[in-house]
């Protein structure tokens, strides 16, 4: 069945770096879109990144422009997220998402358990 286990969260000061990786499995990687979500206490789920199937399209929410960075290797059918100059904002659990090519017009979407990021000093 579908499996995704991310990995790499933890605590780290305001400033530092972490790499989040999301190790995919029982599905065709190569074929399914790719997705970075988070979930702070309290607040909406919000899509942190996306990443296309071959990984040459790349999209990110105003608030990680230019300080996170998605991408994946298919060969590992992983998907990464380097979050660098992270903020006590940035602070929430995270979540990899695939979204499976459309079949009739749907896509089915799969998550994984998440990875608590906590940025403190």
């Known amino acids: 069945q579908v499996q995704l286990v991310e990995s790499g969260g933890g605590l780290v000061q305001p400033g530092g770096s972490l790499r989040l990786s999301c190790a995919a499995s029982?599905?065709?990687?190569?074929?399914?879109?790719m997705r970075w979500h988070r979930q702070a206490p309290g607040k909406e789920r919000e899509l942190v990144a996306a990443i296309s199937s071959s990984g040459g399209g790349t999209n990110y929410a105003d608030s990680v422009k230019g300080r996170f960075t998605i991408s994946r290797d298919n060969a590992k059918n992983t998907v990464y997220l380097q979050m660098n100059s992270l903020k006590p904002e940035d602070t929430a659990v995270y979540y990899c998402t695939a979204d499976s090519p459309p079949d009739n017009g749907l896509v089915y979407e799969y998550w994984g358990q998440g990875t608590q990021v906590t940025v403190s000093s």
């Open positions: 029982g599905f065709t990687f190569s074929s399914y879109a």
